[in-house]
């Protein structure tokens, strides 16, 4: 049983702001480029599974996340967030486009470069418990990935382990256990500690507390980005919660059944919504304050199929300002001022006021 912890160091930014006050700096250099991304995963259906259909999880996207920033991700279940963090990690493959990152495209990595390149980069998933190997102590799964990284060995990689334990709040005595011993708050430290031993430049954060108690969300989104703070960490934060992707995020983007609606900083979002789905969002999001009512309009209706989505602009269904042209013409995603991206028709600059729907 491993009972003392040895001093260590890990690399930390050079930033002397407290993470929780997120003025860690953005670089202008973008770690990450998406361009015209697709991702279409097969499917069979009909009898004996004869016909092939084709799933557009991932359709024609384009986004850049700049070194040190936080990019918010956020949309309803099934849009495809989660299949743009993993086409970004490498864990699968585009059918169509590119990803950069560091202005290098992944599709020019062979396997023992990727396997080098995910050094760089961790994952944060949604359920901590069911990402946690059951079979592993909190030592051996911290120690894994240092192991197949090849990054230290004996009393190093035991200065490494303490450190990290440290930073995600969690005890020495806690190394010898195994994952059912802990609380779902306690496991995702754990997963949080799995990727800081890495020390990795891109962390993406798929959903990291909507498995949590609600009295235990505010504290692991604390702690993500304290270590963000300290160790200048790019997040992509993946959530349907807008609450949550406003209060991390330097920018986000808005999906909606593959594709991207609208993109601008957090501000700017929250203040002046241009697209009616994110005007959506924004009134179902809850606010602490009973005294407080928002104006917009519910969305009614359901999500289209993401195997026969429908022409034209895919909010079109369920969108109170509809017209023929959104039917026949896929709108694109262009910039109306000051980087603010709409995917919208009739939204040509900032200062765009939708009349009362229909």
């Known amino acids: 049983m491993i009972s003392r912890a040895p001093k260590a160091k890990l690399k930390v930014a050079k930033t002397k702001a ?5 003025k860690v700096k953005v670089s202008k250099k973008k770690l990450i480029e998406v361009k015209g991304v697709k991702k279409y995963f097969e499917t069979k259906r009909g ?6 259909k084709w799933v557009h999880a991932v359709d024609d996207v384009n986004f850049y996340i700049r ?16 299949t743009v963090g993993k086409l970004i990690l490498g864990l699968i493959r585009p059918t169509a486009g590119e990803i950069y990152f560091d202005g290098r495209s992944l599709a020019g990595f062979d396997e023992e470069e990727l396997r080098k390149l995910r050094r760089r980069m961790g994952i944060i998933y949604q359920h901590p418990q069911s990402s946690l190997n059951p079979r592993m102590t909190v030592h051996t799964t911290l120690s894994r990935p240092i192991d197949i990284h090849k990054i230290a060995e004996g009393s190093k990689k035991e200065e490494i382990i303490f450190k990290v334990l440290e930073e995600v709040g969690l005890e020495p005595q806690h190394l010898d256990r195994y994952p059912h011993e802990f609380s779902g708050g306690q496991q995702q430290r754990i997963a949080i500690g799995r990727v800081l031993v890495l020390n990795p430049e891109f962390v993406v954060l798929d959903e990291p507390t909507s498995a949590l108690d609600v009295s235990v969300q505010a504290h692991i989104l604390n702690l993500l980005s304290e270590l963000q703070g300290k160790f200048g960490f790019t997040y992509l934060l993946i959530s349907h919660d807008l609450n949550i992707v406003d209060h991390m995020s330097d920018r986000i983007a808005v999906m909606y059944v593959g ?8 501000k700017e979002l929250r203040e002046n919504a241009l697209h009616p789905y994110t005007r959506s969002l924004l009134v179902v999001a809850p606010i602490a304050d009973p005294t407080r ?5 519910v969305l009614k209706g359901e999500v289209p199929s993401v195997i026969s989505p429908p022409p034209g602009c895919r909010f079109h269904p369920r969108c109170s300002y509809a017209k023929p042209i959104c039917k026949q013409s896929e709108p694109e995603l262009h910039d109306v001022g000051d980087g603010h991206m709409v995917a919208c028709h009739f939204v040509k600059d900032r200062k765009h006021k939708w009349p009362s729907p229909h």
């Open 293 to 297: 009512k928002r104006k917009g309009v």
């Open 67 to 82: 070194k040190g920033e936080v990019f918010g991700l956020v949309g309803e279940s099934g849009c495809g967030k989660t």
């Open 259 to 266: 594709k991207i609606v609208e993109l601008t900083d957090k």
């Open 47 to 52: 009898i004996f599974a004869r016909e092939s």
């Open 18 to 22: 407290p993470a929780t006050s997120r």
